[in-house]
């Protein structure tokens, strides 16, 4: 079933330009709008969420450092896509503040509760603001609450400077701190994949807080990992280029499948490596490395996973590509968005490169992934 | 990672989940979400035993085992919980009639792998995966390391659990100390205790504070007509009104029976007008009838109020002044309250001087019986009322409307109605001696309402009748309206009693007071008096003419005799005769004279 009612996209990065699709898009007879635009745009957030506000159609979407549409690579622009349905959206807002979780759980049933046979529902789009510390937290009690059996596929909006900002639309406007979940009308198809493999390790976590690591081994986190790269590569740390070091080797959790949970390295503080997702205390711990043939080949693997997976007509594919991974293959990253295209069966392929992305895992379960590719279709 | 290194891995995960919470369930949920997560499960359950009442408890030997759903990740299976699930229950009680590991291939594809937690419970993982051999075997010291766990968690639950009982059994005992057990406001030695602070934060503060002291009006009569148990629900009504007061400077309490405080803190120069407020909010309070068990009753209050540290700093002459200033609003009949002022001890004071003279008096014998003569229409004398008249050594005469409501708020109405009683009897007895009219019949003698309800009332008039030798016939009893009607179950019961033995009872004032036709027929009385108010002027007053031919068909109805008080005219007795009445009491025809004058009257 062909979903999609209307197309736009620009590298402009005016508002004037997004008001003006905005109204055409409004006119297309379409009755839901997806909305995503570039962090470099720097919209003026009033302007931009009494837009929102005043939008007469179902509006969701978000802020990304960079738009994908079908293999060109938006830095700066806009997106719209036009549905032909009335798209059910749910706010989950004021997510920072709930730190306990019962009361995270009692605002994910009570929010669900608020709709009407939402247990019938099985497949989503998630849009969520990157810098909410607790994510995992939430997506775990999502998962607790929804129930397997569920597709889901997701990314993290913001910008790549990692100061928080409103990112996040819906009718209500422009939100931080808030996670967006979108019904789709129907089945959604995942390909996931990230392309590393173990370089060094096992380490034991021997101290960790959240998505803080702050013993390896029961060392410190950092000399650890700073030791492990170094002795087996070229690379040396100086006390500046941890960042650039660092997006080569992400950690990983291996399950008991000996599929890898990514972990990216993204900061360091006191000895402690801050990391874009939860690592869990005890566990064991790898580095990872990869390359850009090995990337780019996951990527099609997860293509051909999420386009071939059905028989019925694909009207959408949506891609939740990590911006790690444009960072890391630079040049070669258009390399990706070509390969996918070659396999993606419908004119509407977009996606956005996200801070986290999220999917369901093989065994069901959401789970928070870091530097990996989501390509979803419906 | 090598599969030895692995499974170290993983028990030292697992291992390091257990115990991290001391709640049960907190406990069982981390090692549940690590399970999960690190064996990539599709759901992860735990049943636990439990006894009889539902509540976890460690399995003992020979003992019947019941399991109970706990604990699921996630929580639903499609929107159905999983204790509903047919495939996990079945699998459940085929692990538990097991006792040891078992696993099962579902129609879906998907797996089921059941454990034991050594004497607390069953674990079930649902995988996509078939679980190695050798992980299964790595959790069974895992779960032992949680049986361990489970049993400290119910060792702690229950120190909890004991703890807050403990807790709450203080707290309760805290909250007698200080509330009272019918109405849960404050009661009265708590209300001592926060009024001691308040006066002390008065002085240090330099504020002005107030106690207000109210009594529920006619509460009684209700409290024993109606029974105490609507009598409580009304104290109980007006306790939760009184108590939408409270504020951060007002607060509440009942200080016994019918009697309410409240102290008020931190009141500035305009206190009056504070007070007066708070004096309206309460009659306003007082304005909603209290609707109990389908029957409506309306009530009114006195309240009365002193000031602090103005009027004083100790807390028990606060709470007497502000009760005394009460009193004077009761008796001035003021709905507005009565702040206390210091003419009102002495009045009281007075008052009691006043009982000591009367004291004095009966025990000196200053108080005399005078005798109104009462006639019948053809001017007979029929009997008489007993009338005390108290010489006073000082002021002369005394008037009865004076000292009879004084003498009936001390008890010593007791011992002036004892000496009536005893006094009438002699002088029935001296009457006896004389060659009376055959138309006399008998002596009236009135009664108070503290002596109605003495429980040996009416031994005390058998035993004077005896003692004096007398016909019990020749003496009458009369109890005003009110009165009957305050006390109508003992009333009849009294006055049937005396009826019996020859006693008559007649219906004082009768008009003035809002007896039930319900009542008065059940009231074994012989006589309505009418009342004196509607005599005065009755020829001229076509009210107060209906009012008595009223009562005289009233009395015909009830076969009661009907006399008339206060004639004093011809004109009124002619009125009366006319109307139908034929007894009559009155300066007309005789005042009330010494009981020397008065047997003159039979020559």
């Not at chain 1, 390909?191 to 096992?202: D, E, L, R, S, Y």
């Not at chain 2, 937690?117 to 051999?133: K, N, S, V």
């Not at chain 2, 009322?385 to 005394?398: I, N, T, Y």
């Not at chain 2, 004389?434 to 108070?448: D, H, R, Y």
Request: negative net charge; charged residues 20%; contains cysteine.
């Amino acid at each position: 079933m062909n979903t999609i009612l209307f197309t736009w996209h620009t590298h402009s990065d005016t508002l004037s330009d997004f008001k003006h699709a905005l109204t055409i898009a409004q006119n297309s007879g379409a009755k839901s709008l997806l909305l995503l635009t570039c962090s470099q745009n720097h919209y003026p957030e009033a302007e931009l969420s009494s837009l929102l506000r005043a939008c007469p159609l179902t509006i969701f979407g978000g802020i990304y450092p960079m738009l994908t549409w079908k293999n060109t690579l938006i830095k700066q622009g806009a997106l719209i896509i036009g549905f032909k349905e009335a798209f059910d959206v749910t706010l989950f807002s004021q997510l920072h503040q709930v730190t306990n979780e019962d009361k995270l759980e009692d605002l994910i049933t009570n929010t669900l509760e608020q709709k009407n046979n939402y247990c019938a529902h099985d497949d989503f789009l998630m849009f969520y603001d990157s810098r909410i510390n607790n994510i995992e937290d939430f997506i775990d009690c999502l998962f607790e609450c929804l129930d397997h059996g569920i597709n889901i596929a997701g990314g993290g909006a913001g910008s790549l400077d990692f100061i928080q900002r409103p990112c996040i639309y819906s009718n209500q406007g422009l939100h931080s701190n808030v996670a967006l979940l979108v019904t789709l009308p129907s089945k959604l198809n995942i390909g996931v994949a990230h392309g590393w493999k173990i370089f060094q390790g096992p380490f034991l976590v021997s101290d960790a807080h959240g998505q803080t690591v702050q013993g390896l081994n029961y060392q410190p986190a950092l000399e650890v990992y700073c030791q492990a790269i170094e002795s087996a590569s070229e690379f040396r740390f100086n006390g500046s280029n941890f960042f650039d070091i660092a997006k080569n080797f992400p950690l990983g959790i291996e399950d008991i499948n000996n599929n890898l949970l990514v972990r990216d390295p993204i900061a360091t503080h006191n000895n402690h490596l801050q990391c874009a997702g939860n690592i869990p205390i005890n566990s064991m711990v790898y580095l990872l490395e990869s390359n850009s043939e090995a990337l780019i080949s996951s990527a099609e693997q997860a293509a051909i996973t999420a386009f071939t997976a059905t028989t019925e007509i694909t009207s959408a594919a949506m891609i939740f590509d990590c911006i790690s991974r444009e960072l890391y293959l630079a040049d070669k990253f258009e390399h990706e968005l070509d390969t996918i295209a070659k396999h993606c069966p419908t004119p509407v392929l977009f996606g956005v490169l996200s801070l986290g992305e999220v999917a369901n895992s093989p065994n069901g379960a959401i789970a928070l992934l870091n530097k990996s590719i989501v390509i979803s279709s419906w | 990672m090598t599969k030895a290194l692995f499974l170290i891995s993983l028990q030292h995960e697992l291992a390091m989940a257990i115990g991290n919470k001391l709640d049960l369930k907190a406990m069982l949920k981390v090692f549940l979400k690590v399970c999960f997560s690190r064996l990539n499960l599709t759901s992860a359950h735990i049943y636990i035993y439990c006894d009889s009442s539902g509540m976890p408890h460690k399995l003992a030997a020979l003992e019947s085992v019941i399991y109970q759903h706990f604990l699921s990740i996630p929580k639903n299976k499609r929107g159905q919980p999983w204790q509903k699930n047919p495939v996990l229950t079945d699998f459940a009680q085929q692990l538990n009639q097991a006792q040891h590991n078992i696993s099962f291939q579902c129609k879906n594809g998907q797996y089921l792998f059941g454990f034991i937690i050594p004497e607390h419970g069953l674990l079930i993982f649902e995988t996509h995966y078939t679980l190695a051999d050798e992980v299964q075997k790595a959790l069974s010291p895992i779960l032992q390391k949680l049986a361990t766990s489970c049993y400290t968690s119910l060792v702690h639950d229950s120190l909890v659990k004991e703890v807050h009982s403990r807790q709450l059994i203080e707290e309760k005992i805290a909250f007698q100390a200080q509330h009272d057990g019918l109405t849960g406001l404050f009661n009265r030695q708590h209300i001592n205790h926060l009024l001691s602070n308040a006066i002390e934060d008065a002085h240090r503060n330099k504020k002005i504070g107030t106690v207000i002291f109210i009594d529920l009006n006619r509460f009684k009569p209700i409290n024993d007509a109606m029974g105490h148990a609507v009598g409580d629900k009304i104290l109980l009504t007006l306790a939760n009104r009184l108590h939408s007061l409270t504020s951060e400077h007002i607060d509440v309490g009942r200080f016994g029976g019918d009697e309410f405080i409240i102290i008020i803190k931190n009141l500035n120069h305009n206190y009056q007008d504070d007070i007066k407020d708070i004096i309206t909010q309460i009659n306003q309070l007082l304005e909603i009838p209290f609707v109990i068990d389908a029957n409506s009753y309306k009530f009114s209050c006195s309240i009365g109020y002193a000031l602090f540290p103005l009027q004083s700093s100790t807390v028990n002459n606060l709470i007497k002044f502000a009760d005394i200033a009460m009193y004077e609003a009761k008796r001035a009949k003021s709905k507005q309250g009565k702040q206390y002022q210091k003419t009102m001890s002495e009045k009281i004071k007075r008052r009691l001087a006043y009982v000591d003279d009367m004291k004095q008096g009966l025990e000196n014998g200053d108080f005399k019986l005078y005798y109104q003569a009462q006639y019948n229409h053809y001017g007979d004398i029929i009997g008489a009322e007993a009338l005390l008249r108290w010489q006073h050594p000082v002021h002369g005469m005394e008037s009865p409307s004076v000292y009879i409501p004084i003498a009936e708020e001390s008890d010593l109405i007791l011992a002036i109605g004892q000496w009536v009683l005893e006094q009438a009897c002699r002088d029935i007895k001296k009457l006896e001696q004389l060659p009376l009219p055959q138309t006399f019949k008998k002596i009236a003698i009135n009664v108070s309402a503290k002596q109605l309800i003495q429980h040996d009332f009416k031994d005390k008039i058998m035993r004077a009748i005896k003692l004096n030798d007398i016909p019990a016939e020749r003496l009458a009893l009369e109890l005003t309206e009110n009165l009957l009607v305050e006390n109508i179950e003992d009333s009849i019961k009294l006055i049937a009693d005396l009826k019996a033995n020859s006693i008559d009872c007649s219906i004082d004032d009768f008009g003035t007071g809002y007896s039930s036709l319900t009542y008065l027929k059940r009231i074994p009385a012989s006589l309505l008096k009418i009342d004196r108010s509607f005599v005065a002027n009755i020829e001229q007053s076509s009210e107060s003419a209906a009012i008595a031919s009223m009562i005289i068909s009233l009395g015909k109805t009830l076969k009661m005799d009907i006399l008339a008080e206060g004639v004093e005219t011809v004109a009124e007795f002619n009125c009366l005769k006319d109307l139908g009445c034929y007894q009559y009491q009155g300066y007309y025809f005789s005042k009330p004279l010494p009981f020397d004058k008065f047997v003159q009257l039979f020559n």
